[in-house]
């Protein structure tokens, strides 16, 4: 290339270098055209001096040529015999070694009966011979051909099939190309076949269908109100009560819980309980919706008005539901649990649901069981096992691209680091989740966020990085309910620490006044927020309020143990719980010991609480 072009033209050169793929013959020929018209116009010229040598090759020949390009640069045997005449193919062998003897072809070594063309620009040559109606009818035959076949991948066919200008099949295939696509984490490339889709044309069922497509993939991707929007098109374009009219306002649903548009939420959740499925694939579609609708409404404190939801849960025959359902019902169930503070409860729901999803193949929702594993795992005490899935959810969730699970993920792990005393591994995980989870539900990844970071800070001793977090944290979880005691604690311990003994006091009965008072079931921290109480009480010399409220929190935390039936985790539980170790501490500052406590817990490094 530098002898025919000289050195004056390195982009020319590495240009042209690029394109004839070391073929001596194409290295003149685009050299040729570079010097003569420049190299926007080489390609064109090149392809014309291959089309010339194409229409000297014999007619049969010629014709398996323009036959094979249909099919890409890569083509078998069988591909080129479904598009010629009967009493062409016994010739095709001839045909396929002279054109390999020619240097227009080569075999693929990958297989027998497959071919390569030796250069795309031949290939090009050979497609751009054929007459458009040829063209049309090739593509419309090989998308035919390929589809009785199966094992081809969906956006072959897409391709087949719109440049046959069959619009209506071509959509359908965008639809199982987009569906393959998310179930693989290329979720930008399951929105590409969606909005491809709906420009074909797709309309009826299959434009919902589309949409729906694309409220999963928005749902995913963390473009909540964009899936909230194309759930809301999908439920318009099917009956209501429908199994796809359910599947819709599932996926709506979700986005709407992590919005945090709580109003909106549980609207649609009447919606779902008020309309009766018209199948029974609606039945299944239904309950999948209802247990979707229950997270969100746990987590922003709605607790009576997911009474119907789970009156409608429990009646249903887990052993009669695919493992898709299947897991999604377990997922709530462990969601309830979560918030009866029943961590033991909760990991054998999630766990078991987490089983379900992955024999189903459905990874998304292997991630949401497998993370609320994780959360048992830490109200259990057991870091180890809440290490090795955290580590497991997160790494499965970047493969996939799903950044809010990444997120969740990664916030669990600084939870670890910090436990552990880790800081240095903390801080950095901490924040790369605040970046992920900062838009989650209104504000609520913003609280969680929050109320780790002060923990974290206040455990390290940096008090101005505490005072911040924690005010921050309780403005924030105005919106995210169930997090508003445990943040008003976080904030009572951080005031207490520097010294501010009235204004912790303020902050510590504030987080109980609102679980007593307002029946806020906190998602996580009850026992922080008697824990808490109980120290500022005593440093503001109440002591006999403060021996009260810490022998209600131990009184509970022993109840709560005494529920767990598996040995090692009941342990776990008494003796690994920072915040259960905090609670003994405080209560051998009394003396004599309280009557009737068992002495099983043993103290813990970290301050953070679960």
């Known amino acids: 290339a530098r002898s025919l072009l000289g050195t004056e033209a390195p982009a020319d050169i ?10 001596p013959f194409f290295v003149e020929e685009l050299a040729r055209a570079i010097r003569m018209r420049g190299s926007a116009a080489s390609s064109d010229a090149v392809l014309g001096t291959i089309q010339a040598r194409l229409d000297d090759l014999p007619g049969s020949l010629r014709k398996m040529l323009r036959a094979a390009s249909i099919f890409g640069n890569t083509f078998g045997h069988e591909e080129v015999s479904a598009l010629m005449a009967q009493d062409e193919l016994p010739g095709l062998d001839s ?3 002279e054109a390999v003897r020619d240097e227009l072809i080569v075999r693929a070594p990958t297989g027998q009966h497959l071919y390569s063309f030796r250069h795309g620009l031949i290939r090009d040559a050979a497609y751009q011979s054929l007459t458009e109606g040829d063209r049309v009818l090739g593509h419309r035959i090989a998308g035919q051909w390929l589809a009785a076949r199966g094992s081809v991948p969906p956006p072959v066919l897409v391709e087949h099939f719109e440049r046959a200008g069959d619009k209506k099949r071509a959509t359908i295939w965008c639809l199982h190309a987009g569906g393959a696509l998310l179930a693989s984490g290329d979720i930008d490339g399951a929105l590409s076949f969606a909005r491809r889709g709906s420009e074909l044309g797709g309309t009826g069922t299959l434009a919902g269908d589309l949409a729906l497509l694309e409220s999963r993939s928005f749902r995913y991707k963390g473009n909540w109100k964009e899936g909230a929007s194309a759930a809301e098109r999908a439920m318009r374009y099917r009956g209501r009560g429908s199994a796809p009219w359910f599947q819709a306002a599932e996926q709506k649903v979700m986005c709407l819980g992590d919005l945090g548009a709580t109003q909106e939420a549980l609207a649609l959740a009447c919606e779902l309980v008020a309309n009766r499925p018209d199948s029974a694939g609606a039945e299944a579609a239904r309950l999948l919706a209802l247990a979707a609708a229950a997270g969100p409404l746990l987590a922003f404190g709605l607790r009576s008005e997911t009474a119907s939801i789970y009156q409608i849960i429990e009646q249903a025959d887990l052993s009669a539901l695919d493992r898709t359902t299947r897991a999604r019902v377990l997922f709530a169930l462990g969601r309830r649990s979560q918030f009866k503070g029943r961590p033991d409860e909760t990991l054998a729901f999630t766990a078991a649901g987490a089983r379900e ?6 990874s998304f929702m292997f991630l949401e069981c497998a993370n609320n594993q994780a959360n048992a795992y830490l109200e259990l005490g057991a870091w180890n096992e809440a290490l090795n899935t955290l580590i497991e959810v997160r790494e499965m969730a970047r493969k996939l691209h799903a950044k809010l699970m990444e997120g969740a993920a990664t916030v669990n792990l600084a939870i670890v680091s910090f436990t552990r005393g880790d800081f240095r591994e903390g801080w950095p995980l901490l924040e790369s989740a605040r970046q992920v989870l900062s838009a989650w539900a209104g504000g609520l990844g913003e609280a969680v966020c929050a109320i780790y970071a002060a923990n974290g800070a206040l455990a390290e001793g940096d008090l101005a990085r505490a005072l911040l977090e ?3 944290a309780v403005n924030h979880a105005r919106n995210a309910v169930p997090y508003v005691p445990f943040a008003l604690a976080t904030r009572a311990d951080v005031l207490l620490a520097t010294g501010d003994v009235e204004g912790a006091l303020a902050a510590a009965r504030e987080s109980r006044r609102v679980i007593e008072v307002d029946g806020v079931r906190p998602e996580e921290g009850e ?4 824990v808490v109480l109980a120290d500022v009480l005593r440093h503001a010399g109440k002591f006999e309020q403060a021996r009260a409220i ?8 022993h109840e709560r143990a005494d529920a ?3 040995e090692k985790y009941r342990h776990s539980f008494l003796n690994h719980v920072p915040m259960h170790a905090r609670a003994r501490r405080g209560l051998s500052r009394y003396s004599p010991p309280a009557r009737g406590f068992r002495n099983k817990l043993a103290p813990s490094p970290g301050c953070l609480t679960r």
Do not use: C, P, Q, V
């Open 95 to 97: 045909w396929l070694t």
């Open 357 to 362: 999803a992955r024999d189903a193949g459905e």
């Open 527 to 530: 026992i922080a927020t008697l």
């Open 470 to 472: 924690s005010e921050f």
């Open 564 to 566: 767990i039936d598996e």
């Open 14 to 23: 590495g240009w042209l270098s690029e394109r004839a793929d070391g073929n």
């Open 550 to 557: 810490l022998e209600r929190a131990l009184k509970a935390i």
